[in-house]
């Protein structure tokens, strides 16, 4: 959306500096962190509108608009939302039916933005079940940001980890989560500890460990 200080953004090796915003809009579907409106539109509306980039600026949309539209909301578990007002259901669900806009698009790509920012934790793992569901059951390459390094466990396959505008570690994150990499990202001491199966891990401050 914005150009890029230095280098290029590349798709299969090519630049998307000359695409037109709807070849972009086609590849890439993209969740804000926090989306405010003032508008009443419904969750099932708002999805819909995902399907600006398949249709002409005046064209209202068809029954397979509206189709993928509902597919969409469906697939993240929102039916029963599809009806209320989109800005008077929960953090959680507004996000999710961010995610279904986005869905609706029918992009290669998600990218998500601190998907799980001022969110409670059953609608951070809701938020984050989710994202993992689609990028295993779906064609979709999802890309998301965060400051919560253990939701890389939950539900990340590779992980950059970024620190003063410079690229840390890339890699899987049992092997990038770690106790070295946390310390020179923050600049403090933490354990990286394994739950239930070792697959996912909580990271903890040292000091709460020893007090």
Not at 108 to 127: C, H, K, M, W, Y
Not at 179 to 192: G, K, Q
Request: hydrophobic fraction near 45%; aromatic fraction near 6%; proline fraction near 8%.
């Amino acid at each position: 959306m914005l150009p890029p200080r230095a280098g290029s953004v590349r798709v299969d090796s090519e630049p998307i500096a000359g695409w037109s915003p709807r070849r972009r809009a086609l590849t890439f579907g993209y969740v804000p962190q926090n989306s405010g409106g003032t508008f009443p539109f419904t969750v099932a509306e708002l999805a819909l509108m995902g399907r600006s980039a398949h249709r002409g600026p005046f064209a209202a949309p068809s029954a397979a608009d509206r189709e993928a539209a509902k597919e969409a909301i469906a697939l993240l578990g929102i039916t029963h939302l599809a009806e209320r007002e989109w800005l008077r259901v929960s953090g959680g669900e507004r996000q999710l039916a961010l995610v279904a806009r986005a869905l609706a698009q029918e992009p290669r790509i998600l990218v998500l933005d601190e998907p799980t920012a001022s969110l409670d934790f059953g609608n951070q793992v809701r938020v984050l079940d989710a994202v993992r569901g689609l990028a295993e059951t779906r064609a979709l390459s999802v890309l998301l940001s965060t400051h919560h390094p253990e939701q890389a466990f939950a539900c990340a396959d590779r992980v950059a980890v970024l620190a003063g505008g410079e690229l840390l570690r890339i890699g899987p994150p049992a092997e990038v989560i770690t106790p070295e990499t946390l310390r020179a990202c923050y600049a403090v001491d933490v354990s990286v500890l394994p739950v239930a199966d070792d697959h996912y891990r909580v990271c903890v401050p040292r000091s709460y460990l020893s007090s």
